[in-house]
């Protein structure tokens, strides 16, 4: 059984602080100390139990503090991009060579605003009290840029049950644009932790879009609590394609503060060999004529258990909200379990909200329909699950990206159905 | 033009008290308290032994606090947990023995036990405080073996049905509340339908909170056996006070292999007054069986009172080709709150459930739906639909939708949706320009928008419902 409580020498390991800094991370040392990894009595865990997860999976947890030099990796040769690496979390280069530089502000994660808030999630106590990784990356005003923005996320194999602990901020100024493709690249074979704490914020008339997917499979458990914040007039468009990673929780939490924001969730995934998933949004519709739409979908092969907790929360003042929310899955296996819990929390009249949430088994008709075409059976499920998840794909308005999404994706399930 | 006999600024009509002599146990929830309610129903030592376990499991279980809506602390030593009119002391034989008074209460809430008796073809089981005062209809039933009586008349004259099925739908250890009510229930009816048998009328039960400080726990079995159909109805009323009541029933149905029970609840037990002043905290559980297979069990509620409602009717579909289903509306207006839903578990081969939910939420209430839907792993080609809407009066009140799903089954189906909206302008527009006037145009919108759950209620409670839809909601626009 893992020892849940880190002692507070830990935190001078992983980096000197002054006297505020320090007691900012004792206290919420303290509170992770208290409560530990959630379990399934914690209802934003009710499906996840990530102490079992934790307690079954390691033995320890090292915090890692020893410094990343730079490894060698093969870029994406199927679009031009300006990049970022990040290494086991932390920023080990970067190159905007499309871009002009004084407009963009990159710095490695330094200090950053102490929140007074007690965390009601343990995770982001654990990140607040030990992260000493991550970037910072600020887009002036008035810049739209040229080339997407890639952040090559590097993970190697020196990471043996280390737990990492990693801010990422970004902010964008006012009608200003960006576009990112965050790319996991996994060499670890041995298990590690990654708590990732993200907070981007879209500036008046802000358009962000990002796409997250994964070049391979990984043993790696993944935490990440984003926090987003609109201003007016802004837009964020954020897909996610998660697979592969043996724990995977998103917390991803948007605020939509100022009037006429947009905001958009799209996720494909197929899980499959005891994956475990869980998605987490909570939209907060904090102003008037805003508009959020999120649609998850999910394909459940052998042992893998699928996660969506939604939520829409529309404040009294909130009017003519526009709120739309869609979850749909399909399991292919009898040993996969899909639960969700789409919710919604209205306190303004003048609204539109709906949430629609369905899991099944993939169409039998369907099935033979192709069969009697003369597919094989093999063939035709592969088909129709293409189908399902392109819904998401066909989002993608590049070419070129989504050609490469799609590629990725066609590699999670055929690398899959070699096992 | 507005009829001048519709007057939807009617306050609560069932708020009057009967001031009638009561029996009371000591006040306090305490081992004697309990013996006591034992003595008095004339109780074999077996029951005494099952609450007094019930009240032990209490000592060391905790009030839930995962709803939503929030209450004051109950103390639960200042309450009688027993109180039933003198007259009553001496069961009377037949209906003209009953106190003239308690007649008389019954006459004005609409339930006439004399006339129902000649008139109309529902039986009814009337229960006053803690006691139950008469039950129509007996002998008609009887002869055709169905058991519908007093629960306290079930246990000393039914023994081995009762403790066959007490608590094997909602055991002794399950919650708070459920617990609470299985150390202390005084009275509620009990049903058996025996093998191959159709309940030839609707069976009902009428329950009224009357004294003050007195908690009402009520415990209601039903079990249909073999092939046979029930359809019960249950309507609810308390007086008019500033003090918070509690109301913590428990009701247990099973149903057996192809049986069929329907059960129906109007709820209107007093919600308080316009500042959130008194009103009942109903925290009641139901909880229904589908043990056989191809058996159903359907719930059918239309909660309009109460100050806090948790209320979740389930169904445990254990035999294959088991159906449940669960109609709802839920209508809360100045400060109350519901926080209502279903849980069906999917247990079964082949078992099928439906959840229709409307939620109205008016002035400055909360209405929450929450509801669970469990497709265990040996239930295959299972199926689940699930509507939930909700219609918002105003931006002062609050409408929710909490659901679980969950699926462990590659060939079983679950479906949700749920949509928030307010009333349509147009259709305002509409019955405003034929000559309705704004409360009554709000009313037949709200009919209509719960209308497919209106009409699985029994003829009888369908009338008076649609009326308290429109009751509920006065005032609560323009």
């Known amino acids: 059984m893992l020892n849940f409580k880190i002692d507070s020498s830990e935190i001078d390991k992983v980096g000197n602080f002054n006297k505020q800094e320090k007691d900012f991370r004792l206290k919420n040392l303290e509170n992770f100390n208290k409560n530990g990894f959630p379990n399934k009595r914690n209802e934003d865990w009710k499906f996840s139990d990530l102490r079992e997860i934790v307690s079954k999976n390691f033995k320890k947890l090292n915090f890692h503090s020893t410094n990343n030099t730079e490894q060698k990796i093969d870029l994406i040769k199927e679009f031009e991009h300006n990049f970022i690496v990040l290494t086991n979390g932390e920023l080990t280069s970067s190159n905007f060579s499309y871009e002009d530089k004084d407009k963009i502000k990159i710095q490695k994660y330094s200090n950053y605003p102490l929140s007074e808030k007690t965390e009601l999630n343990p995770l982001i106590s654990l990140n607040h009290a030990m992260a000493n990784k991550g970037f910072i990356l600020e887009v002036e005003e008035n810049y739209k840029f040229n080339k997407i923005l890639v952040i090559y996320s590097l993970y190697t194999d020196k990471l043996n049950e280390n737990i990492i602990n990693c801010k990422n901020k970004i902010k964008i100024g006012k009608n200003s644009e ?181 899991s099944g088994s993939i169409d039998k008709n369907s099935v033979f329909y192709l069969m009697s075409r003369g597919l094989s059976k093999k063939e035709s499920v592969n088909l129709l699950i293409d189908g399902f998840l392109s819904e998401i794909t066909n989002e993608i308005k590049n070419q070129k990206i989504k050609t490469f999404i799609i590629n990725r994706l066609r590699i999670q399930l055929d690398g899959h159905k070699k096992h | 033009m507005k009829s001048k006999d519709i007057n939807y600024n009617q306050d609560y009509k069932y708020g009057f008290t009967t001031d009638i002599e009561n029996i009371k146990a000591p006040k306090g929830l305490s081992e004697e308290t309990i013996k006591f309610i034992s003595k008095i129903k004339k109780e074999p030592k077996w029951m005494l032994d099952w609450r007094l376990k019930a009240y032990n499991r209490l000592k060391v279980s905790k009030e839930p606090n995962w709803q939503k809506p929030k209450f004051p602390k109950i103390d639960y030593q200042d309450l009688y947990y027993y109180s039933a009119p003198k007259s009553m002391q001496d069961k009377p034989k037949s209906l003209d023995e009953v106190d003239p008074k308690l007649i008389e209460t019954y006459n004005k809430l609409g339930i006439p036990l004399n006339e129902q008796k000649k008139l109309s073809g529902v039986a009814v089981d009337a229960v006053f405080d803690s006691v139950s005062v008469a039950t129509t209809f007996k002998d008609e039933l009887t002869k055709k ?129 316009k500042e959130g002043v008194g009103g009942i905290y109903n925290f009641v559980t139901k909880r229904g069986a589908c043990r056989g297979k191809n058996s159903k069990i359907s719930w059918t509620q239309v909660e309009t009172g109460s100050a806090i409602t948790w209320k979740y009717p389930s169904c445990i579909l254990q035999g294959d080709n088991s159906v449940g289903e669960f109609y709802s509306i839920a209508i809360t207006n100045n400060h109350q709150k519901a926080d209502t839903g279903t849980k069906m578990i999917h247990l079964g081969k082949n078992t099928k459930s ?103 209620l029994p003829m009888e409670f369908a009338v008076e419902a649609q009326k308290l839809v429109g009751i509920s909601l006065e005032g609560s626009v323009g």
């Open chain 1, 178 to 358: 960006l576009h990112t493709l965050e790319y996991l690249i996994n060499n670890s074979k041995a298990n590690f932790f990654n708590n990732i704490y993200e907070n981007i914020v879209l500036d008046d008339s802000a358009k962000f879009k990002n796409i997250c997917i994964q070049k391979n499979k990984s043993s790696g458990y993944f935490h990440k609590y984003s926090n987003n914040k609109l201003g007016t007039n802004s837009n964020y468009s954020s897909f996610v394609f998660p697979a592969g990673l043996k724990f995977n929780k998103l917390d991803l939490e948007f605020d939509l503060t100022g009037k006429n924001s947009e905001c958009k969730l799209l996720a494909a995934s197929y899980l499959s060999q005891k994956d475990h998933q869980e998605i987490k949004t909570r939209i907060n519709h904090f102003a008037s004529d805003c508009k959020s739409f999120q649609k998850v979908k999910n394909v459940l092969d052998s042992e893998s258990k699928g996660v969506f907790q939604g939520k829409i929360f529309v404040k009294d003042i909130a009017q003519k909200t526009d709120a739309y929310q869609l979850s749909k899955a399909i399991l292919l296996n009898d040993s996969s379990e899909f639960n969700s819990k789409p919710e919604l929390e209205i306190y303004a009249d003048n609204v539109k909200c709906s949430h629609g949430s369905s």
């Open chain 2, 145 to 273: 073996g169905i058991i519908f009586c007093p629960i306290s008349e079930a246990i000393q004259k039914h023994p081995d049905l009762v403790r066959k099925y007490l608590g094997s739908v909602i055991p002794i250890n399950d919650h708070y509340f459920a617990t609470l009510n299985s150390a202390v229930f005084t009275d509620g009816s009990f049903v058996y339908v025996p093998p191959n048998t159709k309940c030839p009328m609707e069976l009902s039960t009428y329950f009224r909170i009357n004294a003050s400080e007195t908690g009402q726990f009520e415990r209601t079995l039903i079990i249909a056996d073999k092939g046979s159909y029930v359809s019960y109805l249950e309507g609810c009323t308390a007086p008019m006070r500033d003090e918070n009541q509690l109301h913590a029933a428990n009701v247990e149905l099973v149903a057996l292999d192809d049986a069929e029970i329907k059960y129906s609840t109007v709820q209107n037990w007093y919600p308080g007054d």
């Open chain 2, 354 to 456: 439906k959840i229709i939910s409307k939620g109205i939420s008016a002035g400055k209430a909360d209405n929450t739906y929450r509801g669970l839907v469990d497709i265990g792993r040996k239930a295959i080609n299972s199926r689940n639909f699930t509507q939930c809407d909700s219609l918002l009066m105003g931006n002062t009140c609050g409408a929710h939708t909490v659901p679980y799903i969950k699926n462990k089954n590659s060939s079983s189906t679950i479906e949700h949706e749920a949509t928030t909206s307010k009333i349509n302008e147009d259709q305002l527009f509409y019955c405003n320009q034929r000559g309705l006037s704004q409360e009554e145009a709000v009313s037949l919108i709200v009919n209509g928008f719960c209308k497919e759950v209106l009409q699985q």
